[in-house]
T-cell receptor, first 116, second 111 residues
Framework: DTAVSQTPKYLVTQMGNDKSIKCEQN?????MYWYKQDSKKFLKIMFS???????INETVPNRFSPKSPDKAHLNLHINSLELGDSAVYFC???????????????FGPGTRLTVT | GEDVEQSLFLSVREGDSSVINCTYT??????LYWYKQEPGAGLQLLTY?????DMKQDQRLTVLLNKKDKHLSLRIADTQTGDSAIYFC???????????FGKGTKLSVKP
């Protein structure tokens, strides 16, 4: 019973392509997130969605667009992939969306994206 | 500083105690967290501490918080090989409650 799942686990693609990473949570949480972890393991939040509304949008290129068909899914679509997009992307979810000690974020296993 | 700071590597022998240190940035952060990332896996919340606490103990884990110095530490007693992982310190920052992570400390446990 995976709480937060992502597909694919690995994604290798060429520069200029458009790709999507899917995320699903079966926890009934209200908020989902996308994080990017670069080659130096630095983890940075990209987006969060609460009830289909974007509530956090950090300074990421507009080539990245989160799409949430329903509360249980938050997909990440990336247009015109660049070499610098190579990273591990983590999806996460939490019950309420405003992080507090009791509002734990549950992370997916990550998607390793390699752009060649 | 602007970033949450952690040392990048720590190596200990099995059975010893490990202490991972972190300096955070926002003195108004209400909660501070320690996450664990095992190889090839996502992040798992290990423990958290509320900012009005100095210490929190949870089995082999002890978290110490020094608000004056904005210093957080995680002590793992009787470290085991299964504790080998990357440990991330994180704080809440900003009006939106963003979770800001340090760069992670890679803990290696030698038998």
């Amino acid at each position: 019973d995976t709480a937060v799942s992502q597909t694919p686990k690995y994604l290798v693609t060429q520069m200029g392509n458009d790709k999507s990473i899917k995320c699903e949570q079966n926890l009934g949480h209200d908020t989902m997130y996308w994080y990017k972890q670069d080659s130096k393991k630095f983890l940075k939040i990209m987006f969060s969605y609460n009830n289909k509304e974007l509530i956090i949008n950090e300074t990421v290129p507009n080539r990245f667009s989160p799409k949430s068909p329903d509360k249980a899914h938050l997909n990440l679509h990336i247009n015109s992939l660049e070499l610098g997009d190579s990273a591990v992307y983590f999806c996460a979810s939490s019950q309420y969306g405003r992080t507090s000690g009791t509002d734990e974020q549950y992370f997916g296993p990550g998607t390793r994206l390699t752009v060649t | 500083g602007e970033d949450v700071e952690q040392s990048l590597f720590l190596s200990v022998r099995e059975g010893d105690s490990s202490v991972i240190n972190c300096t955070y940035t926002d003195s108004s952060s209400t909660y501070l967290y320690w996450y664990k990332q095992e190889p090839g896996a996502g992040l798992q919340l290990l423990t958290y501490i509320f900012s009005n606490m100095d210490m929190k103990q949870d089995q082999r884990l002890t978290v110490l918080l020094n608000k004056k110095d904005k210093h957080l530490s995680l002590r793992i007693a009787d470290t085991q090989t299964g504790d080998s992982a990357i440990y991330f310190c994180a704080e809440i920052k900003g009006s939106q409650g963003n979770l800001i992570f340090g760069k992670g400390t890679k803990l290696s446990v030698k038998p």
